[in-house]
C-alpha cells in the first residue's frame, strides 16, 4: 500500500516531516516506519533538495552539563531498506571488484562519544550534551576492553538484552512502572537529571564502541546473498538491541576523501533490518483535524511489537483510506520496520466489515468535499478548523507555553479567535482559566508579551497562507519588505523565485484578506524586519550571569548570528540570556516586567546555526562510525 505523496502539496510535506520528528524524537511516540519516513525526505529532496529538513541531523531531546564540541562530526547516515539498494551503493563507490568494506552492527540506543573522561550525546552532529555525570551506571566495551569508563570511545549507549532481561523487569520509572523497550529505557535514564534511584535499583547501561565487532567483506563477496545473510545472522546473535547494520570503505583515507553532505558521510550506509510484523483488527476510524484537512487514524485492537504497543495508525489521508478499501472490522498486518512504530502492509476484509465514511464535520456538522487526496470542511467558521489555525498561528509566532488545550479554554472561556485576541489578554483574565494560577497565569502572560517582538516572517507564516510557511516566508522578506509584498499583485509575486502562479495567486488574494487582521497585528507587535539585515533580522541581546566563557566571547558569538549586543535591559531590547533563570538578578526582574523574553544560555546556544562556537574544548576520537538511532 503506497503512500501517496505525489498528490501531497510540499507544505503539508514539510508539516508532516516535522510532526514526525517531533513524535519521534520529542515525544519517543513514532507513528510511522523508517522506510515511510525516509520515502517522506526522498520526496521532498526531489522538490527542493536544498531544504532545510534534509541537511538536519536529529537527536533525542536531552540537556546536559554543558555542550561539547566533537573533534570529528557524528552526522547520520545514508539508508538502504534491501541487498539491492545495498549493491547499488557499495558498486558506485568501489574502485574494483576487491574493494573491501567493513560491517558492523548498527546498535539501537544514543549515539555517543567518549573523549579524555567526557562523554557527551550526538546533539546536532557537530555538539553533543555533557552526560558524563551518567557515568556510574556505564560499563564500556571495545573489541579489547570491557569494564568501567577507560580511554576514548564513539558508539552508543545501549542496554544489553541480558541485562534488559534479568536486571530491568525490576527497576522501575518514577511513576512506578518498569520499562517496555531497551531504547525508551535509554533515552530516559539518560534523560535523567538524578541518577542516584538508577543506581540503588542496580541499572546498567552499556556503551559499545562501533569498531568492537566488524566483518571485512569485499564487493565480490558482497554480491553473494547467501554471505551477506551469513553476516547479518552472526550480528544477530549478538546481545544487544540493533536495527540494522552499517557498511562503510574500509580504506579510511579514501572514504574521507569522498566527503560528506551536512546529514551524512558518503562512504558509510546503514542497511535496515526489516520490521516485525502483528495482525490486529481495525475498531474504529478517528478523523484528526489539521488547519484544513481532516486525517484519518485507524483505532486497533491493541498489539504488542518489540515491547510497545500499538493501538493507533495514520492512514494518510482519505484517497489512501478510499483506494485500499480499509473498513471498521477488516484484518490488518501492522510492522515496525526498523524497529520503529507502526504502519499497514496488507488489509484483509473482516467478515463484519462497514465504511468509514463520515458524510458530515464532525465539528460544525457542514457536508465535507474531497480536494484532491484530502477530505475537507469548507466552512471557514468551523469552530475545530479556528482552533487548529490559531494554534498553527501560535506556533509560527513563538509563544511556546500555549499548547491546543489552552487555546480551547480561552477560545470557551475568553472568546479568543485570533492572534490578536491573544495579544490584548490580561494577566488577570489568563487567571481565571481553569487550572491557572497566579504564577503560572503571570509566566503565559510574560511569554505572550515577550513574543511581541518577531520577526516579519514570523507574522507572515502565522496568517496560515497556504503555501507559505516560515522558509518560503524567510526567503522572500529578505529581499521584500512586507508592506511592499501587500502592494504587489499576482503577476509580480509570481516573478519572486520559488512562488510559482499558483502560491502567487494564493499569496495575493489572502494577503488582501487579511489586510486588516496584519494591520491590527503590526500595531500590537514589535517586528523585526528581515530586509536588509543580511538575510539574518538584526536584534538586541543581552547576557546576564556567570557564564563558562567570558562575556565578550558570547556577545563576539551573537554578532555571527545577527544580534546586536546590549549592556542593559530596555524596552527595546529583544532578547536576554541568562545563565540561570531561576536566578534574581535585577536584569530578569526588569525583563519580567517589560515582558522581554528570556532564554537559558543553553536554550539560546540551542538556536543558533552554523557560526556557533564550542562551550567546551573537550575532545573527541576521530575514528569511527557517524550514527543515528531511528531515522
Known sequence: MPSPLEEMTTEKLVSLIEFHNRKYWDDAAPEISDEEYDSLLRELASRDPRHPLLEKVLSPKITGASTVRHASPMLSLDKAYSHGELLE??????????????????????????????????????????????????NLEKATYKGPPAGDARGEIVIRNDDFKNLYPNILKKDGKPYKNQRNAVAGIVGLKDISGMILQGARLTLVDYGTHTETISLAELKDKSRWSQIIEKFSALPYPMDGIVLK????AYSDSLGSTAHHPRGQIAFKFSGTRAVSTIKHIEWSFGKKFLTPLAVIEPVE????????????????????????????????????????????????????????????????????????????????????????????????????????????????????????????????????????????????????????????????????GKNIAKSMLQKFTLDELRRMDADKLEQIPGIGPERAKELFERLKDKSDSIDELTAALDLVQSKGAGGQPKRTICFTGKMP??????????????????????????????????????????????????????EWMKTLGATQEPRSTARTKDNTDSLLPGF
Open 89 to 138: 551503493w557499495a558498486a558506485k563507490f568501489a574502485r574494483d571488484e576487491n574493494e573491501p568494506f567493513l560491517a558492523q552492527p548498527k546498535y539501537d540506543g544514543i549515539s555517543a562519544s567518549l573523549a579524555d573522561g567526557v562523554l557527551a550525546t550526538r546533539g546536532d552532529g557537530f555538539e553533543g550534551e555533557d552526560i558524563s555525570d551518567k557515568l556510574p551506571l556505564i
Open 249 to 252: 570503505l574500509k580504506d579510511s
Open 305 to 468: 511489537i518489540g515491547g510497545t504497543t500499538i493501538k493507533k495508525l495514520t492512514l494518510h489521508n482519505y484517497r489512501f483510506l478510499k483506494t485500499n478499501d480499509i473498513q471498521i472490522g477488516d484484518k490488518i498486518v501492522v510492522e515496525r520496520a526498523g524497529d520503529v512504530i507502526p504502519h499497514i502492509v496488507s488489509c484483509e476484509a473482516g467478515p463484519d466489515r462497514r465504511p468509514a465514511d463520515i458524510g458530515n464535520c464532525p465539528s460544525c456538522a457542514t457536508k465535507l468535499l474531497v480536494e484532491g487526496p484530502e477530505l475537507m470542511c469548507p466552512n471557514p467558521e468551523c469552530p475545530e478548523l479556528k482552533i487548529q489555525r490559531l494554534l498553527a498561528a501560535v506556533r509560527n509566532i513563538g509563544i511556546e507555553r500555549l499548547g491546543e488545550p489552552t487555546i480551547r479554554k480561552m477560545s470557551e472561556t475568553l472568546g479568543v479567535k485570533c492572534l490578536k485576541d491573544i495579544f490584548s489578554l490580561s494577566k488577570e483574565q489568563i487567571a481565571t482559566l481553569e487550572g491557572f494560577k497566579s504564577k503560572s497565569s503571570e509566566n503565559l502572560y510574560n511569554e505572550i508579551q515577550a513574543a511581541r517582538s518577531t520577526c516579519d516572517f514570523e507574522l507572515l507564516a502565522s496568517l496560515n497562507i497556504q503555501g507559505i
Open 549 to 602: 566563557q567570558p562575556r565578550s566571547h558570547y556577545e563576539k558569538l551573537a554578532e555571527a548570528n545577527g544580534w546586536t549586543p546590549a549592556d542593559s535591559v530596555t524596552e527595546s531590547l529583544h532578547l536576554l540570556v541568562a545563565a540561570d533563570s531561576s536566578g534574581n538578578s535585577s536584569k530578569l526582574q526588569k525583563a519580567s516586567k517589560l515582558g522581554i523574553k528570556t532564554l537559558t544560555l543553553d
